[in-house]
């Protein structure tokens, strides 16, 4: 589905797996509609295209991380909240939908994120998942699930692994 020629400054795929996250994380309390939620997604699109316009490097994928990252820690990150005040959610709304420790990164080639201070750290989107000679993704959640790296014993996935499976 997609094509990679090279490096790419484009940050759509990865705005995509954010949105997406944590647009499900509204779907699954059932309180918000699928036309809110559709509202709600391309306002978040949006604002983080703007939020991290000069501060995308793909050369460098964690330079700026810290500044792309979304939190919520008891404290709503400011751009969630923005976006759901388009479709009339309050704070106390979004504090009732939404887990109270949530950290998502986004960053170039990677989206990854957390919830809670103490759990694993799971993948969300990964561009290097796809096996060059096919352009069918192994998995659009990353190689291994969150539940595949607590059987490992992992506290979070190793920034280099590759799992391979033959048939």
Known sequence: QSQRRGPRVDMAPEIAAAVGFVSSLLRTRGCVSEQQLQVFSGA??????????HHWFPEKPFKGSGYRCIRINHKMDPLISKAASQIGLSLPQLYQLLPSELTLWVDPYEVSYRIGEDGSICVLYDATATKPASSKPVSSYGMLTCK???MLG????????IMTVSS
């Open 44 to 53: 978040l699109r949006e604002a983080l295209a703007e939020h991290y316009k």
């Open 154 to 161: 992992r506290s979070s996935p190793a920034k280099n692994y």
């Open 148 to 150: 595949n790296q607590m």
